[in-house]
């Protein structure tokens, strides 16, 4: 039996090659998410059997709990999930971009982008427009910014390194762009804002978890396309020039979905901090560096994060509903540190 | 390296011409605002005091002390970039790019949260230990692992310790949001409605700081050549960063309990003054202190009408400065001095 499993069409135009190893972990997670799922919708401020759940999702139940499985718990802890996978692959992206275990959306100013538009839609058109645009702005902030930095860091093609330098100068801008903004908001939009920015699904609905779906669905698994030439760039540009990547294009590419992955999070999630640092963090001492399995791991990790933050945020201070912003880098970021102390020699 | 100012003739009158700039700019932060106020009134007001006449009053109260207020923070965030700079050979370092900021933020918000710290000496020894540990943290973290301290390594890293502290930041704010208002605009960086006693239990050891700094000048060039020159010297390398470092972290957590999160001034000016005077740090530092006051009181007289009759947070002003100054670095590559 060999070590591997490979995914191959005829053409050989799409071609996966697995370690078993990344199988029995991938099982493991979905397990995990599935039994975790099931206790995150049995607590909360009223405590529903496991069973009762069972039931009532198999459609046999009582009925009772259907709005709060339905209409409270469910479709939070989906976006909770999405908006954890999203940010976990447009970190890893990233991570294999720049070829530094330090890169994530929130730190080369793409949430930073997000945020601003948010905030300053917040800010200015709360009162009018409906607060479902939101997610709309988010988005458009992320793409100017991420174009913006873009070409910013242009001279004659790309290099990780103006890149990085560029985002970070931009997210130092972003972030006093906002704090201006919340200085001028008035009482009500301020303390709104600052909930946002730190990054809440609170009051998810079905709406929402539609309208981020598509965007889920066909970025990650655009990710796991592009993973073959994630790997050679990983090797440096001169390597991976010479294995036949066209590395601008290709560096164009994935700087694009890490940014739609990343805008999308923040659009309906808020600007969750640091599960984009984590989550790939932690895939690679799972399953190695190879991209492949490292996408679909680092999604289903980013997702558990999120996910867990929000019960602890929902559940640990009742009747309080924390933002599970805070608890993402309340817990995020002493484990981030521990993380690159125990990486330091890669 | 061409320079302005090549020799030490003209390197004095430069440094007058400093002194020049910066009494220009105090003068002018203290005449315009929302209550403009004649040059000879301003005089005045310092020679006769008048206690019934509102243009003294605005004087004494607000726009003296802010013009200070902004001319000390100015000068100890630009001398603290001009070390960082040196102290890790890295032209995009500043004390709020390296997270120190963000650190004394975070220190003094927790401090605030938990423990209902409210006298500005408390702010000011907790700013002090915030700066502290995230120094501390973003020398360690941009040292682990091969290639240590490379640019890029230790600006991720600084950039990583500000996320962490700014997310820290906003989880405490979100929790406790009694305390949002107040906190918010300290945090934008701000040297309005601050009185001159705020300044009082600082200004001691921004001074020293300043003298320190001064006196490092020397050494700070022999270390800059290398860290083997240095020591094979006869220097004690260990001994000058550590002054270094201890240094950037008294001025900049000074200047963030007074002023609350100002950037960039740090990492612009440095740019500028090795552009007059070169690479002699001899030189570069008190150059750094002139032009990084007038720099922000400055800064802080245009943030006055750019939004009348609001006040634009100077954090934001030097933000609004600094960033396309930053990418223009970032661009020309961070391996050149």
């Keep these: ?346 | 390296m061409t320079h302005l100012f090549p020799h030490t003739s003209s390197k004095w009158l430069g440094l007058a011409l400093g002194f020049i700039l910066v009494f220009l700019s105090f003068i002018s932060s203290i005449v315009f605002g929302q209550t403009p106020i004649s040059f000879g009134t301003a005089l005045d007001a310092l020679l006769h005091f008048d206690k019934d006449s509102t243009e003294h009053i605005i004087i004494a109260t607000t726009r003296i002390s802010r013009a200070v207020i902004a001319a000390v923070i100015g000068a100890s965030l630009a001398i603290a970039g001009a070390l960082l700079q040196a102290l890790t050979r890295n032209p995009l370092a500043s004390s709020d790019i390296f997270g120190i900021n963000a650190g004394a933020v975070f220190f003094v918000v927790a401090a605030i949260s938990f423990f209902s710290v409210s006298s500005l000496t408390h702010y000011m020894w907790i700013a002090f230990l915030g700066g502290g540990v995230a120094t501390v943290m973003v020398y360690f973290l941009g040292t682990l692992g091969r290639d240590s301290l490379s640019p890029i390594k230790i600006v991720l890293a600084g950039a990583a310790i500000t996320a962490l502290f700014v997310a820290l930041t906003q989880g405490l704010l979100v929790i406790n949001q009694q305390n949002l208002e107040g906190v918010l605009f300290w945090l934008a960086g701000s040297v309005a409605g601050r009185t001159l006693d705020m300044l009082e239990p600082i200004l001691p050891f921004m001074l020293v700081g300043w003298v320190i700094a001064l006196l490092l000048g020397y050494p700070i060039n022999i270390l800059t050549s290398g860290e083997d020159v240095a020591k094979g010297l006869g220097q004690r390398t260990i001994l000058v960063k550590t002054l270094m470092a201890v240094v950037v972290v008294f001025l900049a957590g000074g200047s963030v309990a007074v002023g609350g999160a100002i950037g960039f001034i740090g990492l612009i000016i440095p740019h500028i003054v090795r552009g007059l005077v070169g690479m002699d740090y001899r030189w570069i530092i008190p150059y750094c202190a002139l032009f990084g006051a007038s720099l922000l009181l400055l800064a802080d007289v245009v943030a006055r009408f750019i939004i009348m009759p609001q006040e634009m947070p100077i954090g934001v002003m030097t933000a609004i400065i600094g960033t396309p100054f930053f990418i223009y670095i970032a661009r020309r590559g961070v391996n050149k001095g």
């Excluded at chain 1, 924390?322 to 890669?346: D, K």
């Design chain 1, 1 to 346: 039996m060999s070590k591997y499993i490979l995914f191959r069409n005829r053409s050989d135009s799409v071609s996966f090659q697995y370690e078993k190893k990344t199988m029995t972990v991938l099982t493991v997670l979905v397990i995990l998410s599935l039994l975790l799922f099931l206790a995150g919708l049995s607590t909360g401020s009223e405590m529903i059997h496991p069973i009762t759940i069972i039931k009532h999702l198999l459609g046999i139940g009582s009925g009772e709990y259907t709005f709060i499985i339905e209409i409270l718990r469910l479709p939070r802890m989906i976006i909770a999930f999405m908006a954890g996978a999203a940010l976990g692959v447009s970190g890893l992206i990233l991570q294999g971009i720049i070829r530094n275990p330090l890169g994530s959306p929130d730190i080369i100013g793409i949430t930073g982008g997000a945020s601003f538009a948010a905030v300053v839609f917040i800010t200015y058109f709360a009162g009018e427009v409906s607060i479902h645009w939101i997610p709309l702005a988010a988005i458009t902030g992320a793409g100017i910014i991420a174009v913006l930095i873009y070409f910013l860091a242009w001279k004659k093609g790309v290099s990780p390194i103006r890149l990085v330098l560029v985002g970070i100068g931009m997210q130092a801008a972003m972030s006093s762009m906002i704090t201006m903004m919340l200085v001028f908001g008035n009482d009500y939009s301020t303390p709104q804002a600052y909930v946002w920015l730190t990054g809440s699904v609170y009051g998810a609905h079905w709406e929402h978890v539609y309208s981020m779906l598509p965007w889920v669905l066909i970025l990650i698994p655009l990710a796991l396309f592009f993973s073959k030439t994630a790997n050679a760039q990983e090797l440096g540009d001169q390597v991976a020039l010479g294995l036949g990547v066209r590395v601008q294009f290709h560096r164009f590419s994935l700087l694009f979905l890490s940014v739609a992955l990343a805008g999308s999070a923040v659009a309906f999630a808020g600007g969750m901090g640091f599960v984009g640092l984590i989550a790939p963090h932690i895939a690679r001492r799972l399953v190695g560096r190879s991209f492949g399995s490292l996408v679909l791991v680092s999604a289903l990790i980013g997702g558990l994060i999120v996910f867990l933050a929000d019960v602890v945020a929902r559940t640990f201070f009742l009747p309080l509903d924390l933002p599970a912003g805070v608890f993402v880098s309340g817990i995020g970021a002493p484990f981030f540190i521990y993380l690159l102390y125990r990486n330091r020699h890669l």
